[in-house]
């Protein structure tokens, strides 16, 4: 045993448990087996084990300080959510914190503390495409700290969530190019074990189905920014499965497909259709403009602040409500127009 305090992390490890069962079983959580919880309290006790001040800290606070974390605070969605965030704080004189875990699995959980140390009264996350395991969550929400996941939630975290209607955005923008007359469509996604990635993929697929076209796994890949993009589109159209369509993860994608495109000289939308999604700045920005789908993001944002609100306002509440922001196709220039 280390010198020094003992903490969760080191009950976990000696007992060979996941930290956050051991938080649940110092809490006494019901979900936590009886035998569990005897044995880790008995070996807290015996270890001198002390709760994390700050941690605590947090739960008894009455901060009007809402702390929030973002993948990227460059991207424009992300950008306009906190906006929306922002403006619905202000209404209600609440203060907010933002980090950015840059995508990265580490720097979210050091977020999570930072936030923590700030004394926020409660966090609005999305969580970055490399986290895969979520006891930092899980630790916020058995210590009673509001928490609300908003666009890449967390499945199996208790909490309230806010999401875009991922599945029916792309769904609406595939059955669209099928019907102005695409006939073998590529789907460019993210990480697969992200939800948006998952629900995008599922309305890509179920707008193939509708329309009895075949699915072709060797035009369904992996890219989520404008290099890859780029670099699978070049693929693709060179070969001898060339796509006549693409259906993009985000603008930014879409923005490479277009490239690819334009290099090789192909025609747009005559020849390859490409729809993004997001509705951000760059999909007017590209020549053709891009047609895409618009998540509306100023929403998810207000959405979002105002149900971290209702629950920072209503402690003993234990609804978890869930919000879905419904999206819209923005017909530009990268599609063909309607098969008459």
Do not use: W
Request: with cysteine.
């Amino acid at each position: 045993m280390k010198k020094g305090r003992i903490t969760i992390k080191d009950i976990a490890k000696n007992l060979n448990i996941s930290a956050s069962t051991v938080s649940r079983a110092l809490n006494n959580n019901p979900d936590i087996s009886l035998e569990t919880r005897r044995v880790v309290q008995e070996y807290a006790n015996e270890h001198k084990y002390k709760p994390n001040s700050l941690a605590l800290s947090l739960r008894n606070s009455h901060s009007n300080i809402i702390g929030v974390i973002v993948p990227e605070l460059a991207n424009h969605f992300f950008s306009s959510v906190l906006s929306g965030m922002e403006t619905i704080a202000e209404d209600h004189d609440y203060h907010v914190i933002v980090c950015q875990s840059s995508e990265e699995y580490t720097k979210e959980i050091r977020n999570v503390q930072t936030l923590i140390e700030a004394r926020v009264c409660g966090m609005l996350i999305s969580q970055s495409k490399t986290t895969i395991k979520y006891d930092h969550f899980q630790e916020l929400v058995d210590n009673n700290i509001p928490v609300v996941f908003f666009d890449r939630i967390c499945t199996g975290i208790d909490s309230g969530k806010v999401v875009v209607d991922d599945y029916s955005g792309t769904f609406h923008a595939v059955d669209y190019m099928i019907q102005t007359g695409c006939k073998h469509i590529a789907f460019f996604g993210a990480a697969p074990h992200l939800e948006i990635s998952k629900n995008r993929k599922n309305g890509y697929l179920d707008a193939l189905r509708k329309h009895h076209m075949p699915i072709d796994e060797d035009i369904i890949r992996i890219a989520d920014n404008k290099q890859l993009g780029y670099e699978k589109a070049m693929e693709l159209l060179q070969s001898d499965n060339r796509p006549d369509a693409f259906m993009a993860m985000n603008d930014y994608t879409a923005s490479g497909i277009l490239l690819a495109a334009k290099t090789l000289k192909l025609k747009v939308p005559e020849e390859v259709s490409i729809c993004g999604f997001s509705n951000s700045n760059i999909s007017q920005d590209t020549d053709p403009m891009l047609t895409t789908v618009d998540q509306h993001p100023q929403k998810v944002g207000e959405e979002a602040m105002n149900l971290i609100l209702e629950k920072v306002q209503n402690p003993d509440s234990t609804d978890k409500k869930n919000k879905i922001v419904k999206t819209s196709l923005v017909i530009r220039e990268t599609t063909r127009p309607l098969v008459k």
